[in-house]
């Protein structure tokens, strides 16, 4: 079966850095989306990345390794506004999104 | 400013009782997509639709149904035989449909329906 595994929750300290990993087991692939979801509201877009490597966005970074079946959001100089749900979803063979569960991340002062 | 509207953000609804829930996009996208969340899971697809007049089953299209006689429109009806229809429902749309590679989706604000 096709399987996406993040962890549930995380919890960091305002201005550090985080590292929220995401590992998939999927038919095919197609490419990696990471979205940002504020409870209660609709998830957007962060990142996406289809070739291995990091990929840079202002404070946020994702990196892929394809063999490895892994990929990583980076969140740097965290603020308060940060604490959401992160959702990792790959693009299968099919061009099927699966989605992860999401991590939820909490952000201490 | 374009962008997804769904209506209402909550609904409630007695058990049995059939309800549809709004989806409008002014994004000219021809694909729209129906997701369903629950807590400690993934979005999970319900309907998708990547043109008008055609839909086709997700992984859990069970108990619910859509129509697409508009490329803006796409509402989903929940209907009484869907057996845990309480969840949050999250339209979503892209600019091509799912064959295409880098399909970002764009999300409406969701529906929080409640079956009492």
């Known amino acids: 079966g096709q399987n996406i595994d993040q962890p549930t929750e995380m919890t960091a300290t305002e201005g550090a850095i985080v590292q929220i990993n995401c590992t998939y087991q999927?038919?095919?692939?197609?490419?990696l989306f990471w979205y940002q979801q504020h409870a209660g509201e609709a998830p957007t877009f962060l990142s996406y990345?289809?070739l291995d490597g990091l990929e840079e966005k202002g404070r946020f970074s994702s990196f892929l390794s394809r063999s490895k079946g892994y990929s990583y959001l980076l969140l740097k100089e965290l603020q308060m506004k940060d604490s959401a749900s992160y959702l990792c979803a790959v693009m299968d063979s099919n061009y099927q999104l699966i989605w992860g569960a999401g991590t939820k991340l909490i952000i201490k002062p | 400013d374009g962008g997804i509207t769904q209506s209402p953000k909550y609904l409630f609804r007695k058990e049995g009782q059939n309800v549809t829930l709004s989806c409008e996009q002014n994004l000219n996208h021809d694909a729209m997509y129906w997701y369903r969340q629950d807590p400690g899971q993934g979005l999970r697809l319900i309907y998708y639709?990547?043109?008008?007049?055609?839909?086709q089953k997700g992984d859990i299209a069970e108990g619910y149904s859509v129509s697409r006689e508009k490329k803006e429109s796409f509402p989903l009806t929940v209907t009484s035989a869907q057996k845990n229809p309480t969840a949050f429902y999250l339209c979503?749309?892209?600019?091509?449909?799912?064959?295409?590679?880098?399909?970002?989706?764009?999300f409406g604000p969701g529906t929080r329906l409640t079956v009492l």
């Open positions: 979503a749309s892209s600019i091509e449909g799912q064959g295409a590679p880098y399909n970002e989706q764009f």
């Open positions: 639709s990547q043109i008008v007049n055609d839909f």
């Open positions: 999927t038919s095919g692939f197609n490419g």
């Open positions: 990345n289809v």
